[in-house]
């Protein structure tokens, strides 16, 4: 499952430079994250990282509208890097 930012989000920017797959950007008015390119750090690490590092509890959440299995998400990864 992809994540989401929600409005909570205070535009810190600590989550856009841990992504590594470059799936955050600033949108018009709080941070965004790409489904098409988040895997939740799968193939990178064992935890998102930006969930690590963002200052707000439950800031950065998973996105019910693009749930996804672990082996949905690797397998994205694989896609990404061929």
């Not at 841990?18 to 790409?34: L, M, R």
């Not at 799968?42 to 930006?50: I, N, S, T």
């Not at 439950?58 to 998400?73: F, K, M, N, S, V």
Request: hydrophobic share 35%; net charge negative; aromatic share 2%.
């Amino acid at each position: 499952m992809a994540l989401l930012i929600t409005d909570e989000c205070t535009n810190c920017d600590a989550c856009v430079a841990e992504c590594p797959n470059e799936a955050i950007t600033e949108g018009d008015v709080i941070y965004e994250i790409d489904p098409k390119l988040c895997t939740e750090c799968v193939g990178h690490e064992d935890e998102p990282q930006c969930v690590l590092v963002c200052p707000v509890d439950d800031c950065i959440i998973p996105d019910p509208d693009h749930a996804e299995t672990p082996e949905q998400l690797q397998a994205k990864y694989d896609a990404m890097q061929a």
